[in-house]
Antibody
């Protein structure tokens, strides 16, 4: 069974940093892209970042470019999202999502999310 | 950025009725790489349709997707009580993925 479990969320002040982790199991992690998608309270879905299976291709939404860094460690079956210079508008539930292909693709499996709250 | 606009924002129907949800893109979606997701309260989204018209594994055949280019439709042929949820379209044909704002399907 494919599982994606996020961790690392919490309450931080504006300007601070947070590192999210995604632990994957139930599939060959090194063969699939990983994505982060967020959802602000009561709002819709926003794609944040993607990393290909080989880590050769990395993409960011304009809203987080230069502040967030996505990475992955195949030996640990894990992906990460380093979030710096956090803003109030980054407050959201962050989902780790599997891409259907090694390069990218649609989002076929989702974790349950980890909540990030940015507030003074 | 390829902006996706979903309509209507809210759709009020009854079980047994047919639902038609629209997703319009500001630019042609490459390779018709358009997906639909269903989200219920307190749950992550669930993939329904990929490639504009391919049902994902385990999705009932009352769900169907159609369209190409800039205009796409999700149809639920006969609504079941568990189908009342929020539906999102998403394009994955460009380097910057985008979602529509969602359609809430309510009783």
């Amino acid at each position: 069974e494919v599982q994606l479990v996020e961790s690392g969320g919490g309450l931080v002040k504006p300007g601070e940093s947070l590192r999210l982790a995604c632990a994957a199991s139930g599939f060959t992690f090194r063969s699939f892209a990983i994505n982060w998608v967020r959802q602000a309270p009561g709002k819709g879905l926003e794609w944040v970042s993607s990393i290909s299976a080989s880590s050769a291709h990395i993409y960011y939404a304009d809203s987080v470019k230069g502040r967030f860094t996505i990475s992955r460690e195949s030996a640990e079956n894990s992906a990460f999202l380093q979030m710096n210079s956090l803003r109030a508008e980054d407050t959201a539930l962050y989902y780790c999502v599997r891409g259907s292909w090694g390069s990218r693709g649609y989002f076929d499996f989702w974790g349950r999310g980890t909540l990030v709250t940015v507030s003074s | 950025e390829n902006v996706l606009t979903q309509s209507p924002g809210t759709l009020s129907l009854s079980p047994g009725e047919r639902a038609t949800l629209s997703c319009r893109a500001s630019q042609s979606v490459n390779n018709n790489y358009l997906a639909w997701y269903q989200q219920k309260p307190g749950q992550p989204p669930r993939l329904l349709i990929d490639g504009a018209s391919s049902r994902a594994t385990g999705i009932p055949d009352r769900f169907s997707g159609s369209g190409s280019g800039t205009d796409f439709t999700l149809t639920i042929s006969r609504l079941e009580p568990e189908d009342f949820a929020v539906y999102y379209c998403q394009q994955y044909g460009s380097s910057s993925y985008t979602f529509g704002q969602g359609t809430k399907l309510e009783v």
